[in-house]
T-cell receptor
Framework: GEDVEQSLFLSVREGDSSVINCTYT??????LYWYKQEPGAGLQLLTY???NMDMKQDQRLTVLLNKKDKHLSLRIADTQTGDSAIYFC??????????WGAGTKLIIKP | KAGVTQTPRYLIKTRGQQVTLSCSPI?????VSWYQQTPGQGLQFLFE???????NKGNFPGRFSGRQFSNSRSEMNVSTLELGDSALYLC???FGQGVPGEQYFGPGTRLTVT
């Protein structure tokens, strides 16, 4: 079946860029998403990319999509302590059944 | 605009009992999706309701059911609780059209089954 994989942890220094990676298996995915979950809070949609796009930029966030390799990445520029959270990659077709990765915990070192 | 609210926030039940969780979506949203989040299985899609009809369903047993009311509020029911049902249950609301993942999540209901 469909699967989405992510590394469980990423540690970066404050001020550096963070790159969180994700691979997926469903070639018919239409949308790919990045969500953020802070401790004790629900999930928050950060950004999404349509499958016919290669890149999307939104302020400090850059999403890159390599459809051939089924690889998605989220780059956070100038990482701050407030970026500490778990980042989930998810994909969907046109229906509402999202398939989720396990989440990458971003740890910020001072 | 008020966010998605879920009640109760915490719940402790015994094996074999049943439980009902409630979700109130953002005003104007007609779609409500439910997810189960556990450390072992991560986030898994349960089902989605749109205009009082179940539109999508994940791979969960029939013990998990839901419904949506005319005001878009939704309830999820789990019967004959098992220890493995202990999880954070999240609901998310959206307009129900357009980008499926443009969902707004509630804080979740933490269910513990003993």
């Amino acid at each position: 079946g469909e699967d989405v994989e992510q590394s469980l942890f990423l540690s970066v220094r404050e001020g550096d860029s963070s790159v969180i990676n994700c691979t997926y298996t469903d070639s018919s995915s239409t949308y790919l998403y990045w969500y953020k979950q802070e401790p004790g809070a629900g999930l928050q949609l950060l950004t999404y990319i349509f499958s016919n796009m290669d890149m999307k930029q939104d302020q400090r966030l850059t999403v890159l999509l390599n459809k051939k390799d089924k690889h998605l990445s989220l780059r956070i520029a100038d990482t701050q302590t407030g970026d500490s959270a778990i980042y989930f990659c998810a994909e969907s077709g046109s229906n509402y059944q999202l398939i989720w990765g396990a989440g990458t915990k971003l740890i910020i070192k001072p | 605009k008020a966010g998605v609210t879920q009640t109760p926030r915490y719940l402790i039940k015994t094996r074999g009992q049943q439980v009902t969780l409630s979700c109130s979506p953002i005003s104007g949203h007609r779609s409500v999706s439910w997810y189960q989040q556990t450390p072992g299985q991560g986030l898994q899609f349960l089902f989605e309701y749109f205009s009082e009809t179940q539109r999508n369903k994940g791979n969960f047993p029939g013990r998990f059911s839901g419904r949506q009311f005319s005001n878009s509020r939704s309830e999820m029911n789990v019967s004959t609780l098992e220890l493995g049902d202990s999880a954070l249950y999240l609901c998310a609301s959206s307009f129900g059209q357009g980008v499926p993942g443009e969902q707004y999540f509630g804080p979740g209901t933490r269910l513990t089954v003993t």
